[in-house]
């Protein structure tokens, strides 16, 4: 099969439009979880340093104290760690919290003597047992915790459950606090009349919102991580609702002190609930209705475009609903059918043998990704096939995407390396429609040979990496990051001489140069890049420099030697997450591959750029040192 360098620009490399991904808002909604677990592992351990400087007080019991702390060291591990063991004994951990919670229902409703008052330590007459005898109440809070976070670390099991199963323990707890805040004396239920324990009911509290909040971006709580009207909306309640906390605890205070009694202070507090619900609903709605604005004025912005866009002579375009979205080849209609409204003029595609610019013969339409066309075209001129990449007409309105689509052409035509693809033109047609004109390439990606071949041995693959090595030293040299390497990126061209396949690096659409002028179209927090191959401080949104590159290659070139890519998953907010705290999985043993080169990957794979491969000739050299040391290196492709 052929694949054209124009079709791996089209369907694998091809930047999709800048998207505001809310890695921000999921990362403080996780620190958020992590926070409130360590504050209920503090208030553990309060209550046991309580015992031990005056024995017969307890916050708490002793059972419920342990296994708070037992469920914080497990949540920690079943959240963070990435070994087996580690795992397992995150596992464990809860299961012990199970057990003992299952033991102490047992205890409870069938009368059974199962020894919950093992002393650990005795000190005085009041010993420190675990896992003691706790009320029943307690002990199923306690199953329901076990569970939900023993759920959580399962991919196969829906997060709604496990978030059920949290809200299921806040419900309760809420209750009980609330109670005890008005100053009630005893809650009965089920099992008997208890008297509220607020230290208990808050640590419970704390430890629920921490399991739905582990994992923000899933279930019911991925609203709060959007960047859309709803998302806002819910934080903004949210947040009016924090205030409850402090307006609670003044509310006791005055019924303490005789202010008022106790059915003042009820309603005292389900006003103040109400209230606050309704201000987050009115601050939210105001929000979505400044945004809403926003968006009707960009709309009007976007259909007076297409309505006035004027489209290559040669160009056929189609009719679009800005409202409903349909689109319509009939090009005599004026009125969407669905909705009625005012249909706009959308460029679709240029005619084969259509002559574009003046200059270019289009001579097959390649594909389209999420920016750009792609076709093929001949030179009249010069008689050459290129590559014709055209700038949408929909993004063509908007600045910055033509800025970056200039500054792609700028970038490229700087470097004259045979390792890089050669940019030969670009312009705005008299239409107004920005285009580049390239190199066309026929050959396979090493997406595509990875994709035939499951993995590339490593004395195959390794003439590769040296010319990727030596175009993106140079493309180095001349102050251009490429921050987007990956597998796709890589052209192996057949030059039709008989020699070795021709190494290209291309599409330099998200590329960097020294210039200062371009930074001011990567300062707004925008994530770029590909999740997959990007390194930490791009998945961070932070200042980049040539190491970040080194890093993409490092990933490149453990996808291309093991036939898997270092972080393995669908879910994008999770390979962000990967990409900064996780080292990649060891390269399987299988693969025969020399020390050296393992020690490269994972050099170039540092989580912190001053520990990489701080040139990339450095890497260059180390490849050279290494095919000295391992002879016989060869390469072909079957």
């Not at 105001?286 to 004025?297: A, H, L, S």
């Not at 705005?428 to 285009?435: D, M, V």
């Not at 990875?450 to 140079?474: D, H, K, M, N």
């Amino acid at each position: 099969m052929e694949v054209t360098q124009a079709n791996v620009l089209t369907k694998n490399s091809e930047p999709e439009p800048d998207v505001r991904i809310n890695i921000e808002i999921r990362r403080y909604l996780r620190l958020l979880a992590y926070s409130l677990a360590t504050v209920v592992a503090l208030m553990a351990f309060i209550c046991i340093a309580v015992w031990f400087i005056q024995r017969d007080t307890f916050l708490i019991s002793s059972g419920v104290a342990l296994e708070l702390l037992l469920w914080c060291s497990g949540f920690f591990i079943l959240t963070k760690a990435g070994l087996r063991a580690q795992r397992i004994a995150g596992h464990l951990a809860i299961g012990a919290i199970a057990v003992t919670a299952i033991l102490n229902i047992a205890n409870a409703v069938f009368d059974i003597d199962v020894g919950l008052t093992n002393p650990i330590y005795t000190r005085g007459d009041s010993p420190l047992t675990f896992p003691g005898p706790i009320f029943v109440d307690t002990a199923l809070d306690f199953l329901c915790l076990a569970t939900a976070t023993w759920l959580m670390c399962f991919k196969q099991i829906r997060p709604n459950i496990y978030k059920a199963l949290a809200l299921l323990l806040l419900v309760p707890n809420l209750l009980i606090l609330g109670s005890g805040l008005a100053g009630l004396q005893s809650i009965c239920t089920f099992f008997g009349c208890i008297k509220p324990n607020l230290y208990a009911s808050s640590a419970l509290i704390f430890a629920g919102l921490s399991i739905i909040f582990a994992f923000p971006d899933q279930g019911f709580t991925a609203p709060f991580t959007y960047n859309t009207a709803s998302g806002r909306l819910m934080r903004s309640i949210l947040l009016a609702l924090t205030p409850c906390i402090p307006i609670f605890g003044l509310l006791t205070l005055g019924q303490r002190h005789g202010l008022y009694d106790q059915s003042i202070s009820l309603g005292m507090m389900v006003v103040s609930i109400i209230g606050l619900f309704l201000l987050g609903i009115a601050w939210g709605v105001k929000r979505v209705e400044v945004i809403e604005g926003e968006k009707n004025v960009a709309l009007q912005l976007l259909r007076d475009s297409l309505t006035s866009f004027v489209p290559e002579a040669d160009s056929t375009f189609k009719l679009v609903c800005l409202e409903c979205a349909k689109e319509y080849d009939d090009t005599s209609m004026t009125l969407c059918p669905e909705d009625g409204s005012e249909l706009g003029k959308l460029a679709d595609k240029l005619r084969i043998g259509s002559v574009f610019a003046d200059r270019y013969e289009i001579t097959s339409y390649v594909g389209a990704g999420g920016c750009s066309i792609i076709y093929e075209a001949r030179h009249m001129l010069m008689n050459k096939q290129v590559a014709l990449k055209l700038l949408r007409a929909n993004f063509a309105t908007e600045t910055k995407y033509v800025q970056r689509f200039q500054r792609e052409s700028k970038a490229t035509s700087q470097l004259a390396h045979p390792n890089i693809i050669a940019v030969h033109d670009f312009g705005i047609s008299l239409a107004g429609q920005p285009y580049i004109v390239m190199d066309f390439l026929q050959g396979l990606s090493l997406e595509d040979i990875i994709a035939q071949s499951g993995c590339i041995p490593w004395r195959q693959a390794v003439p590769t990496f040296i010319a990727i090595c030596e175009g993106l030293s140079y493309a180095h040299q001349k102050g251009v990051l490429h921050r987007d390497l990956k597998p796709a990126n890589i052209m192996l061209t057949d030059e039709g001489d008989g020699k070795r396949d021709v190494v290209k690096i291309v599409d330099f659409g998200l590329a960097k140069t020294a210039d200062t002028s371009d930074l001011r179209l990567t300062q707004t927090g925008e994530l770029i890049g590909s999740p997959t191959y990007m390194s930490p401080e791009q998945c961070r949104a932070e200042p980049v420099d040539n190491r970040t590159d080194i890093y993409s290659f490092g990933a490149l070139i453990y996808h291309c030697l093991s036939g898997q890519p270092a972080v393995a998953t669908g879910n994008i907010y999770e390979a962000l997450e990967l990409q900064i705290s996780k080292a990649p999985p060891p390269l399987s043993s299988h693969l025969r591959l020399p020390a050296w080169l393992i020690h490269l990957v994972y050099k170039a794979l540092e989580k912190a750029p001053d520990n990489r491969y701080q040139s990339v000739q450095e890497m260059l050299l180390e490849f050279h040192v290494g095919m000295i040391n391992t002879p016989e290196i060869e390469f072909s492709r079957d």
